[in-house]
């Protein structure tokens, strides 16, 4: 279990595979994220209720072994972020209903890039919803 500190947008990245999971916390560290990092559900799990409102991002192999499954880590990250989705990666994607609003599913196998792209993706969308209720809450202050 790995916690960097900086000062942007922090993202819990949950991958058994270690070299995966290395990799992709490199890349997002070089796009400007801090990243905490398990190998476990169980540790992210953990994680994520020790702080809760840092992490605004999380990432998860959907298919990982453990008892904590990646439904029972995003209700855990959606008590503090409602509307974030949580972005996983299965090898059952088709499996999956069409994206919502709270869960994106990458097919497996995933390249780190398409993870890092998925993400950047998301938090241009979030700045910009955000960048958008602040000016209209502007407007009706005025």
């Given at each position: 279990m790995r916690v960097a500190r900086q000062n942007s947008s922090k993202i819990l990245v949950v991958e058994d595979d270690t070299v995966t999971r290395e990799i992709l916390a490199h890349l997002l560290r070089k796009a400007?994220?801090?990243?905490?990092?398990?190998?476990?559900?169980?540790?992210?799990?953990?994680?994520?209720?020790?702080?809760?409102?840092?992490?605004?991002?999380?990432?998860?192999?959907?298919?990982?072994?453990?008892?904590?499954?990646?439904?029972?880590?995003?209700?855990?990250?959606?008590?503090?972020?409602?509307?974030?989705?949580?972005?996983?990666?299965?090898?059952?994607?088709?499996?999956?209903?069409?994206?919502?609003?709270?869960?994106?599913?990458?097919?497996?196998?995933?390249?780190p890039l398409h993870v890092l792209e998925a993400l950047k993706a998301l938090r241009s969308a979030a700045s910009s919803n955000t960048s958008l209720r602040r000016e209209a809450e502007t407007r009706r202050a005025a």
């Open positions: 400007g994220f801090d990243v905490c990092s398990a190998a476990t559900g169980e540790q992210a799990l953990v994680l994520l209720r020790k702080h809760r409102q840092e992490i605004h991002w999380l990432f998860k192999d959907l298919d990982m072994p453990g008892m904590i499954c990646g439904a029972m880590l995003a209700d855990e990250f959606h008590r503090s972020h409602p509307s974030r989705p949580v972005v996983f990666a299965s090898a059952h994607a088709g499996e999956y209903p069409i994206e919502t609003a709270q869960v994106v599913v990458l097919p497996k196998p995933v390249s």
